[in-house]
């Protein structure tokens, strides 16, 4: 079983870089979550989707963009990387706050 | 004020020893509650539900206590392999983390 699945795995980025990090799912769950995890600290919400078609802000969205066109897949976008989104990012997908949150492996990020 | 708060920790105890954490909420609205863990440099997974009538699992214990807006883990007889960082959360719609409490279990 898949389950989650996010690409890459890790990734550096010059400053100023764009790029996506790719999370898609194979549950057909309505939810779906990025996160944030800085060394030591837990996980700050990025943007979630309720829904293909329907994206909130988290904590902590500035410098972040997403989309979700359909059920499975739900990109997240950094326009111009800065090293403060140096970070491990980890999607997750889940029938909302009341379930169960099932995690990828994560896509660790460097910015130089 | 954040939605789900914990201790981050870290929490040193020596094999054997009982363990509680705590982890207190805000939106009074959230419906269920969960415990992960989470080892080093791994995503989490589920540990186990929090149920309002409480929930055990071998030596883990949770409990949700919604008159004072807090859930807690209680792990007995605490193994080395208990050594991770365990995550709360509460969420009404989306799912909202507390900062993780660090247990290491010393031999």
């Known amino acids: 079983n898949a389950g989650v699945t996010q690409t890459p795995k890790f990734r550096i980025l010059k400053i100023g870089q764009s790029m996506t990090l790719q999370c898609t799912q194979d549950?057909?769950?309505?939810?779906m979550y990025w996160y944030r995890q800085d060394p030591g600290m837990g996980l700050k919400l990025i943007y979630y989707?309720?829904?293909?078609?329907?994206?909130d802000k988290g904590e902590v969205p500035n410098g972040y963009n997403v989309s979700r066109s359909t059920t499975e897949d739900f990109p997240l976008r950094l326009e111009l990387a800065a090293p403060s989104q140096t970070s491990v990012y980890f999607c997750?997908?889940?029938?909302?706050?009341?379930?169960?949150?099932?995690f990828g492996q994560g896509t660790r990020l460097t910015v130089v | 004020r954040k939605e789900v708060e914990q201790d981050p920790g870290p929490f040193n105890v020596p094999e054997g020893a009982t363990v509680a954490f705590n982890c207190t909420y805000s939106n009074s609205a959230s419906q269920s509650f969960f415990w992960y863990r989470q080892d080093c440099r791994k995503e989490p997974k589920l540990l186990m539900s929090v149920y309002s009538s409480g929930n055990e699992d071998g030596r883990f214990t949770a409990q949700l206590n919604r008159a004072s807006q807090y859930i807690s883990l209680l792990i007995r007889d605490s193994k080395l392999s208990d050594s991770a960082t365990y995550l709360c959360?509460?969420?009404?719609?989306?799912?909202?983390f507390g900062t993780g409490t660090k247990l290491q279990v010393i031999p």
């Open positions: 959360t509460g969420g009404y719609q989306k799912v909202t």
């Open positions: 997750a997908s889940g029938q909302g706050g009341s379930t169960e949150a099932f």
């Open positions: 989707s309720v829904g293909a078609g329907i994206t």
């Open positions: 549950m057909n769950h309505n939810y």
